[in-house]
């Protein structure tokens, strides 16, 4: 048995109606339906405040991960987990990489980089909700088993290595 189908076993086993609610409502913060008009609304405000590098630094950052996260689940087709109950429906794309765990790891990179560019006081604070916040989307879509755990790992690496590479090249 492999170490994805062992993690995904574990998580199965050790369900509870809590932890359920939780990872249910944790997901959504790595979905378009929250990000994307998050990230138009602080782009918006940043825009507001003459910070334009900052908010075109999100907008790419969030967008582009988005795009290559579909491109790459194309490409590689991988089907979705089936060890344990899913705990939500099934989405009709592939399963690597995790685009929930891609998506929320740009979204916050970039804003932690805001942060500390424009008020660096509040960079800690910012860095441990940021962590906190990928840590439990990409647990959640484990828990929920819509992912193995390899395609969180990308998704995460992944999202990390777009945000870098944007922020280099603006």
Same mark, same amino acid.
């Given at each position: 048995m492999s170490l994805d189908?062992? *993690?995904?076993?574990? &998580?199965? &086993?050790?369900?509870?109606? /809590?932890l359920?609610?939780?990872?249910? /409502?944790?997901?959504?913060?790595?979905?378009? #339906?929250?990000?994307? $008009?998050?990230?138009?609304?602080?782009? &918006?405000f940043l825009a507001q405040l003459q910070k334009r590098w900052e908010a075109g630094f999100l907008l790419i950052g969030l967008s582009g991960a988005t795009l290559?996260?579909?491109l790459l689940k194309l490409?590689?087709?991988? $089907?979705?987990?089936?060890? /344990?109950?899913?705990l939500v429906a099934l989405p009709s794309d592939s399963s690597f990489p995790s685009a929930h765990t891609m998506q929320a790891?740009?979204?916050?990179l970039c804003a932690l980089? *805001?942060? #500390?560019?424009?008020? $660096?006081?509040?960079?800690? $604070? *910012? &860095?441990?909700?940021a962590a906190l916040s990928i840590l439990l989307v990409g647990a959640s879509r484990i828990y929920l088993q819509v992912h193995y755990p390899s395609d969180v790992l990308a998704g995460f690496m992944l999202g990390c290595a777009w945000v870098l590479l944007v922020r280099k090249l603006l």
């Open positions: 189908t062992e *993690i995904l076993r574990f &998580a199965a &086993a050790h369900r509870s109606q /809590g359920d609610q939780l990872f249910r /409502g944790v997901t959504w913060l790595g979905s378009l #339906y929250v990000l994307a $008009p998050l990230s138009l609304a602080l782009s &918006a290559l996260v579909h490409v590689f087709a991988r $089907p979705r987990p089936a060890v /344990g109950e899913r790891t740009a979204f916050m980089f *805001i942060v #500390y560019r424009i008020w $660096p006081q509040w960079g800690l $604070p *910012i &860095a441990l909700v």
